[in-house]
């Protein structure tokens, strides 16, 4: 028995913004934007919360697997822009869809969030301790941005997406997960400092600082590796894969992952053009773009891949 994937939903902000009103607010431009990441437009949130695109996603992702939340046994979010400390985003996720069986918690591993979460209920399913789960990876990164630092915000959108997860004899074949916590620096966003009565600090908010450049060499040396190592375990090669679902960071990113494969880029699908890199939730909403437009046919093996702040990297390969 292995994991599979039953269903699949996602939910964007309401509100596009393009380049163009980026150069309106800051010193960018649509061309410089779109040649260096492929990006032209993102949704960013006004009223909608992370937990409340979690829900539109997660009953999006129910109703395609048919399924309801009662069913519904473990919930896990991969998010590091939750609404709150506590609860969590997965029991607000749990209260609203009335998934009353469910145990319901996070994971932050920034852009890997996904594959964590999916890393995570598989052994849980594998175990037979839980047999199905809900799982999901979700951001409002516009609310940690720093909006004066035009190399790190016009890159990032917000968004959720889901899926359902059942026990089942096809599905997930191999994972290869990993962390690098000693080149975490590069990416990071500082919580908040310690204000207890014996320390004193300013409590200026925090944002996310980047080395992109840094994160780029990460992303371009790690990524084919960590896809080599799941198609090795499962004794295939490149060619036999449909579909390389990876993290939306940078069409450059994934262009470069595609040849070092030696994989037409027509196998790697793009969201990023529309919805900017949206960390943990970019892998589920483009999965769930695919499975809306007919893209994944049963039998099919794709990959999926995450990675980013940690540093952090998780792919899947699995069957549809
Ligand atoms: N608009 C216009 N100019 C900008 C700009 C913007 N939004 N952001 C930076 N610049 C300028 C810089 O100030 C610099 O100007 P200078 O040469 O006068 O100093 C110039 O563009 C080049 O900046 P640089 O940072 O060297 O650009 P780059 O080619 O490395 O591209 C990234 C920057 C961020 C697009 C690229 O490094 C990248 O994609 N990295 C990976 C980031 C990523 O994917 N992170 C998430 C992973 S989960």
């Not at 519904?72 to 749990?94: F, K, M, N, R």
Request: with cysteine.
């Amino acid at each position: 028995m292995t994991t599979r994937i039953m269903g699949t939903g996602s939910c964007l902000p309401q509100t596009v913004v393009t380049n163009d009103d980026l150069a309106k607010i800051m010193d960018t431009s649509d061309e410089w934007i779109r040649t260096r990441t492929g990006i032209r437009e993102r949704r960013l949130a006004k009223e909608e919360t992370t937990s409340f695109m979690c829900c539109e996603a997660a009953l999006r992702a129910l109703e395609d697997a048919g399924m309801s939340g009662e069913e519904i046994e473990l919930i896990i979010v991969g998010t590091l822009t939750g609404d709150y400390v506590t609860p969590s985003t997965a029991c607000e996720v749990q209260a609203k869809i009335g998934a009353k069986r469910a145990v319901a918690f996070d994971v932050n591993a920034a852009c890997s969030g996904f594959l964590f979460a999916l890393h995570i209920a598989h052994a849980y399913l594998q175990a037979g301790i839980y047999q199905n789960a809900l799982i999901l990876g979700a951001e409002t990164l516009s609310k940690i941005m720093d909006w004066s630092d035009r190399s790190t915000c016009v890159l990032f959108g917000d968004g959720a997406g889901a899926a359902v997860l059942k026990r089942d004899e096809r599905g997930v074949l191999s994972f290869d997960m990993g962390c690098d916590g000693a080149k975490g620096h590069v990416l990071s966003c500082k919580g908040r400092p310690n204000n207890n009565p014996l320390v004193s600090h300013p409590t200026e908010p925090e944002f996310v600082h980047m080395d992109g450049q840094e994160v780029y060499k990460f992303a371009v040396g790690r990524v084919p590796k960590s896809i080599q190592s799941v198609l090795a375990q499962s004794g295939m090669d490149a060619g036999d894969i449909s579909w390389f679902v990876l993290h939306q960071a940078n069409i450059r990113i994934l262009q470069s992952v595609a040849k070092r494969l030696g994989v037409s880029e027509e196998k790697f699908p793009i969201s990023l053009d529309h919805c900017g890199n949206i960390s943990a939730a970019s892998v589920p909403i483009l999965l769930d773009e695919m499975n809306q437009k007919g893209m994944l046919k049963r039998g099919d093996k794709i990959v999926l891949s995450g990675f980013g702040g940690g540093l952090s990297w998780g792919s899947v390969l699995l069957e549809w």
